[in-house]
């Protein structure tokens, strides 16, 4: 079972390498299935030639893209890329996605609206029909007891409120931003709740 999980991811990871062409500008997401997207575009450079320049989306991208031996950049210096391949968590029937439990949310939805193409790899154990588990939301510490206050005004449960600030202490970035992990569900009571709406790249909450 193991063995085939790992060779879907390896051939979705490949077929996104092989939409990459010589001069692109690439943002490389995280994950084991863009490690193999990865991995191909580092065969290619050696037999191919390819000239290609990476933007990654984590420290982890970094490292692995460095292993690999594909040159690197910034957003910064490059802010229109021609494409971009990242993983996602979950994608439900409809092709809605939870991203962002890999702990880079942030930098993988600015590489994301950066590119020309956005491609998603995923690997069958992915889907599902309906999306369920935690939804990640990254906040910037400058910002933390306002949404602390937001997620109390939005009548979770106590449990499920003493459950979101153990886990945010969890996942504290390297870059000091904290990336939280809780439930979101629709309520019929009245007052001010918060709801998953769309989870495709770039994700979006909207407060009801």
Excluded at 1 to 19: H, R, T, W
Excluded at 80 to 98: F, N, Q
Excluded at 103 to 110: D, I, L
Aim: glycine share 8%; charged share 30%.
């Amino acid at each position: 079972m193991i063995q085939d999980i790992d060779n879907s991811k390896k051939n979705a990871g490949y077929f996104a390498a092989d939409l990459v062409q010589d001069g692109m500008f690439v943002g490389l997401g995280t994950g084991s299935t863009v490690f193999f997207a990865m991995e191909r575009l580092s065969e290619r450079i050696s037999s191919e030639g390819l000239n290609i320049t990476g933007v990654p989306t984590s420290y982890q991208a970094t490292m692995r893209a460095r292993e690999y031996g594909i040159p690197l950049s910034t957003l910064d210096e490059h802010p229109c890329l021609d494409i971009a391949i990242d993983g996602a968590d979950k994608i439900d029937s409809s092709l809605r996605m939870i991203k962002g439990r890999g702990a880079a949310q942030t930098m993988e939805r600015c590489v994301a609206d950066a590119s020309e193409l956005f491609i998603v790899v995923a690997d069958e154990s992915k889907m599902c029909e309906k999306l369920h588990g935690p939804v990640p939301v990254e906040v910037i510490p400058f910002a933390f007891g306002l949404f602390e206050r937001r997620i109390w005004e939005s009548r979770m449960s106590d449990s499920d409120q003493r459950d979101f600030v153990r886990r945010v202490w969890e996942h504290n970035l390297s870059r000091r931003n904290l990336e939280l992990g809780f439930q979101f569900w629709i309520q019929p009571a009245r007052g001010r709740r918060l709801r998953a709406r769309d989870f495709r790249t770039p994700s979006r909450f909207s407060r009801l």
